[in-house]
């Protein structure tokens, strides 16, 4: 039995994200081997330990998997996300891609009975994107630019969809994710290996630099100074991609230009239950992004197929149980 306050979930479907395919090569900055992966995913309750309250065995769920000490000045100020003492389940603490994981009961996101374990699973890298967006003041966002076209940058392409943005470019450097972008809401997508950004915005609309906000999805020096040189004077710039090592930016256009350069790290509450309302309302889709599906046992293949061909790998799932 659990202890209390925990719930045991009994797990379904369990995404990999880049950020596990980054720890299996070591090349994140915060994860170190060995752990059981898997941050991404959705179950059934299978057992309730005492002092728990509002959850019953049987429900449909998905977890939030950030793991905070509520005491630190950032938890006592609710940006728990960014908790001192934080640790995220499949990255510093045992991870979902197994049979059973057992977590705090206050981190359980409960799902509508209509919605698919597939869906559950998506809320996660969804609710990444909820919260990147929330991150800038979209009251002054006409034109956003999503650089990436990965889960990440397709949720937030169709966050900003759902939220009313009238002009979303996409980047990517493959046609099939561009074209994915498009179908999911960018009003323009542009293949950056085939030509540049400025270009692209000068024959658009005149000027290299028109972008009111950029999401940068990626993690690279390319994109990060894609991202500086996109956005108008006063312009924002959130990141969200996981850099492997640190860039250089072009911090005279950051001073010069007043942009604002925001970082975004994972969720809240608000963002997660947010992230699950879009997609059960139908508002945001989950079912183009699955490129691939394996069973549990062959959770290396699935990695190894990732690494071989990611760029026509979208998101990979594991089934646990049917």
């Not at 705090?104 to 009975?113: D, F, M, S, W």
Request: charged residues 20%.
């Amino acid at each position: 039995m659990p202890g209390p306050g925990r719930v045991r979930v009994a797990v379904n479907v369990c995404g990999i994200c880049g950020t596990d395919i980054h720890a299996f090569q070591g090349l994140h900055p915060f994860i170190s081997a060995p752990v059981v992966p898997g941050h991404e995913f959705s179950g059934v309750i299978d057992a309730i330990g005492p002092a728990v309250d509002g959850l019953s065995v049987g429900q449909k769920v998905t977890v939030e998997p950030s793991l905070v000490c509520g005491e630190c000045e950032p938890c006592r100020t609710g940006r728990y996300n960014i908790c001192d003492n934080l640790r995220v389940l499949g990255c510093q603490a045992p991870g979902a891609m197994a049979e059973m994981i057992t977590v705090p009961a206050e981190k359980i996101v409960t799902l509508r009975e209509d919605m698919s374990h597939e869906q559950g699973a998506l809320i996660e890298p969804t609710a990444v994107a909820v919260h990147a967006l929330r991150r800038a003041d979209l009251g002054r966002v006409e034109r956003m630019l999503v650089l990436g076209s990965g889960p990440i940058g397709l949720q937030s392409v169709q966050v900003g969809r759902a939220w009313g943005i009238p002009i979303i470019v996409a980047t990517d450097i493959v046609d099939e994710k561009l074209a994915k972008a498009s179908e999911l809401g960018a009003t323009h997508i542009v293949n950056v290996s085939q030509v540049t950004l400025a270009d692209f915005f000068v024959e658009e609309y005149g000027k290299p630099n028109p972008m009111d906000l950029a999401l940068e999805c990626v993690g690279t020096e390319a994109t990060l100074l894609q991202s500086i040189e996109s956005v108008k004077k006063g312009g924002q710039i959130v990141v969200v991609g996981v850099p492997s090592a640190d860039p250089r930016i072009r911090l005279s256009w950051l001073q010069d230009r007043e942009l604002e350069l925001l970082g975004a790290l994972m969720y809240t509450r608000s963002d997660f239950e947010g992230a699950r309302d879009l997609i059960a309302a139908g508002k945001v889709e989950t079912e183009p992004l699955i490129t691939a599906r394996y069973p549990l046992e062959r959770v290396s293949d699935a990695i190894n197929e990732l690494l071989r061909d990611p760029e026509n790998n979208i998101k990979t799932l594991i089934t646990i149980r049917a």
